[in-house]
């Protein structure tokens, strides 16, 4: 199946510090990547959509300043947490669609973020 | 009530029995249909994938979709340890709209 690769897997920052996860598709391109953030044992919660050469679509509640959202190019895209707060401590995924045709929805291997 | 519900488990079963994972949803308009494993720590790889109502097998794993009763099960044969996972159903009304996803049910398969 399609690849997308997501960096770094883990990170460690300090409050007040901002952190940049970046979400590739390898081997296809994609016009539409969705950020979404995991609490332990729940399900996936959704963020945004991201679209290639236009603004993110932030979901209710998630604040746009904070979660900086950039899909430079349809093989990547970028989630920024700024001022990163020990709240925001969380396992964050990227999943991307193939521009190509097909619905199924490929995702990264996630990254697990500790605001200290 | 939420767009999509799964039972969260946790289920426990004996090598070799055959699994049955479920999700109901409310939104008639959902049209793609998918189920996703996720081990602890990993992002979800998926499985099966549906358009529309119908079945479909691959290898051990079965997918069936009843859009009729907005049902949709996926099947598991001859279970095995390694497929101790988080499973988790999603759906999605169009090509490039978000999955709504169910809350994952956790499954242990016991040697």
């Known amino acids: 199946g399609a690849v997308v690769s997501q960096h770094p897997s883990r990170v460690i920052c300090k409050s007040g510090t901002s952190v940049k996860i970046e979400c590739r598709s390898l081997d296809f391109q994609a016009t539409t990547m969705f950020w979404y953030r995991q609490f332990p044992k729940q399900s996936l919660m959704l963020m945004a959509t991201s679209n290639e050469g236009s603004k993110a679509t932030y979901e209710q509640g998630v604040e746009k300043d904070k979660f900086l959202i950039n899909h430079a190019s349809l093989t990547l895209s970028t989630l920024t947490v700024t001022s990163a707060h020990p709240e925001d401590s969380s396992f964050y995924i990227c999943?991307?669609?193939?521009?190509?045709?097909?619905?199924?929805?490929?995702f990264g291997q996630g990254t697990r973020l500790t605001v200290v | 009530q939420k767009e999509v519900e799964q039972d969260p488990g946790p289920l426990s079963v004996p090598e070799g029995a055959i699994v049955s994972l479920n999700c109901t949803y409310s939104n008639s308009a959902f049209q793609y249909f998918m189920w996703y494993r996720q081990y602890s720590r990993k992002g979800p790889e998926l499985l099966m994938y549906t358009y529309s109502s119908g079945n479909k097998e691959d290898g051990r794993f079965t997918a069936q979709v009843d859009k009729s009763s907005k049902y949709i099960s996926l099947f598991i044969r001859d279970s095995q340890p390694s497929d101790s996972a988080t499973y988790l159903c999603a759906m999605s009304k169009a090509g490039n709209t978000p999955l709504v996803f169910g809350k994952g049910t956790r499954l242990s398969v016991i040697a």
């Open positions: 999943s991307a669609r193939d521009k190509g045709g097909g619905t199924e929805a490929f």
